[in-house]
């Protein structure tokens, strides 16, 4: 299990950015350097919908809806991962949850709120 703290949403309008963040500071570097970890996002009622994913080599993916606007980054010596997000839009308004990939339940924090007013 991995203890993951979520943080850096906010309100913000459309068009600006945010930088979340994601520490594990509860998990030894032995085992968050080789996890794989991704971004995830859901709205109250829907389920959670992966946003982006970074290997433990740095390799990302990006969901068609964020490409080209959102960046996913690790920096394993901190063992956070990151969301820069740019050009957001009122449809990226979500909670915003890190977890390794696969998922693990048990893996799940409070999450960040996003809002986008436009």
């Known amino acids: 299990q991995m203890y993951l703290v979520e943080s850096g949403g906010g309100l913000v309008q459309a068009g600006g950015s945010l930088r979340l963040s994601c520490r594990a500071p509860?998990?030894?570097?032995?085992?968050?350097?080789?996890?794989?970890m991704a971004w995830y996002r859901q709205t109250p009622g829907s389920q959670r919908d992966l946003v982006a994913s970074?290997?433990?080599?740095?390799?990302?993916h990006d969901a068609d809806s964020v490409k080209g606007r959102f960046t996913i980054s690790r920096d394993n010596s901190r063992k956070t991962v990151y969301l820069q997000m740019n050009s957001l839009k009122s449809e990226d308004t979500d909670v915003y949850y890190c977890?390794?990939?696969?998922?693990?339940?048990?893996?799940w924090g409070q999450g960040t709120q996003v809002t986008v007013s436009s």
């Open positions: 977890n390794s990939v696969p998922v693990q339940d048990s893996n």
């Open positions: 509860r998990t030894i570097t032995s085992v968050f350097n080789p996890t794989n």
């Open positions: 970074i290997s433990s080599r740095g390799i990302t």
